[in-house]
């Protein structure tokens, strides 16, 4: 895939982010800092290309038209569903964003549908299913917090443990090519905090989770966009076969991204109910800032149960697999 039809995709994808047109000035800001943030990846200018998206300088039919394959094409319609389902499922115009995506791409129609279907069953997936504790026997020691105010119903070791996984199965989605195996990383996130909530006794639903990811600054849009965005540039979103996961291992051990985020939001999340959540949003990015830290440090250590993870994976297995949490 050429440099042409990357920033094309990513074009696209952020036209996607704005379908629906309720974007607030956080997400905004949000989505102009994962541009910068991949600028100094490429030689393309996405901060430019995201005010050119912004200001309606660029148009869906000129994207289209710079996609001379059809793998590009297929794959610019899977990133910009990711986009579209990434905060919840899809608005009407959103839907109506997508249709007309589809139609400029000459996509065929089932599979463009059954596609669709995917990465809607993985958004409109509930929260409230329980995490599995199988990964790892053993995990590093806990980070000592204030005392908690209220009781988990889950042990010290089993709460380290269930956030350890969790972050080594997020870290081997990062792993994997396709599209919706990044996507799967959002709601697995949310479902993690869902149960380390609900272990101290509160009953959370998916906007209250959708607001503490983001007084994080976990954006969910635009954590799918910074994850896939950097897949792309590095000419691994989207291929398939072996040999690949070698280098995406390199790469998830550089950008600590999934493993880190996920382990430093399930940390924080234990903090903030076992203090009955009364941490106010500076004290909780904060806390997240340190902790990320501190998660990036032991990705190189849990690696090989990523990749071991990540070769067992398929599309089928990541919908289940958040389905069943």
Known sequence: MNEHEQKAILTLSLMAAFADGNKDE???AELK???D????EASINLAALYQDVLLKRVSMPSAVA???????RQLAFEMAVCVCDADGVQSPAEQAFLADLRHALALDVQQSAAYTRQAEAIAALPV???ATDSAVD???AAPVFAVAEHASTMSEAEMEKAILNAAILNGALELLPESLSTMAIIPLQMKLVYRIGKSYGFELDRGHIKDFLATLGVGLTSQYLEQAGRKLLGGLLGKIGGGMLGGLGKQAVSSGMSFASTYALGHVARRYYAGGRSFSAQMLRESFDSMLGEAKGLQARYLPEM???ARSLDTAKIIDMVRRG
């Open 128 to 130: 409230g299913a329980s």
């Open 138 to 140: 053993e995990a590093p």
């Open 37 to 40: 943030a991949l600028a100094g």
């Open 33 to 35: 800092r994962i541009a």
């Open 307 to 309: 990749q071991a993870q």
């Open 66 to 72: 710079a996609l001379t394959s059809p793998e590009a």
């Open 26 to 28: 956080s997400e905004r």
